[in-house]
């Protein structure tokens, strides 16, 4: 069974940065594109940004609101995918989840969400 | 950015209707580019369909996923208890991913 599991979050002040972690279980982690999609408390999902397994490159992709801020990077070897939060925002405030698919385009792209963690709580406040 | 628009905003069914959820985009996609989600509160989403019309593992055949081009359904043929969540149609591009903003299906 595959289990994603995520960890890190908590509360943090507006401008400050914070590590978001994912570790990957039942699963061969390398093989698979990781991507991170948040919630904000009431709201709708929204796409973070994902990350190719290096048979694709291991390049990344984010949304506009997060460009230039967020960075995701993977640790293969741990089966462990990482998002790297800067000048972190009080709209950042959500549960983020880590995500990954059992199919890819031939891009590497995921197709269709198969696979979950509980999600983690990130405040952003003062 | 593909903008997705999801109608109606709120369904409200009994156990046993049909319902039909849209999820229109701004501008053509891919048929193999959209999903559909399922979400109960405090749960993570589930994946429903990919590739638009294609169920996932697990997924009852009352789920039904359809169209192209820019209009996309998910059908559920008779409600079951459990089906009462929110649903959000996703497209998955080579580079850009949005999520349509939800129906929410709730009990009449």
């Known amino acids: 069974e595959v289990q994603l599991v995520e960890s890190g979050g908590g509360l943090v002040q507006p401008g400050r940065s914070l590590r978001l972690s994912c570790t990957g279980s039942g699963l061969i982690f390398g093989d698979y594109a990781m991507s991170w999609v948040r919630q904000a408390p009431g709201k709708g999902l929204e796409w973070v940004g994902f990350i190719r397994s290096k048979a694709y490159g291991g390049t990344t992709e984010y949304a506009a609101s997060v460009n230039g801020r967020f960075l995701i990077s993977r640790d293969d070897s741990k089966s462990i995918a990482y998002l790297h939060m800067n000048r972190l925002k009080t709209e950042d405030t959500a549960v983020y989840y880590c995500?990954?698919?059992?199919?890819?385009?031939?891009?590497?792209?995921?197709?269709?969400?198969?696979?979950w963690g509980h999600g983690t709580l990130v405040t952003v406040s003062s | 950015e593909v903008v997705l628009t999801q109608s109606p905003g709120t369904l409200s069914l009994s156990p046993g209707e049909r319902a039909t959820l849209s999820c229109r985009a701004s501008q053509s996609v891919s048929s193999n580019s959209l999903a559909w989600y399922q979400q109960k509160p405090g749960q993570a989403p589930r994946l429903l369909i990919y590739g638009a019309s294609s169920r996932t593992a697990g997924i009852p055949d009352r789920f039904s996923g359809s169209g192209s081009g820019t209009d996309f359904t998910l059908t559920i043929s008779r409600l079951a208890p459990e089906d009462f969540a929110v649903y959000y149609c996703?497209?998955?591009?080579?580079?850009?991913?949005?999520f349509g903003q939800g129906t929410k299906v709730d009990v009449k």
């Open positions: 996703q497209h998955y591009g080579n580079s850009l991913w949005t």
């Open positions: 995500t990954s698919g059992s199919r890819v385009t031939v891009f590497g792209v995921i197709m269709g969400l198969d696979y």
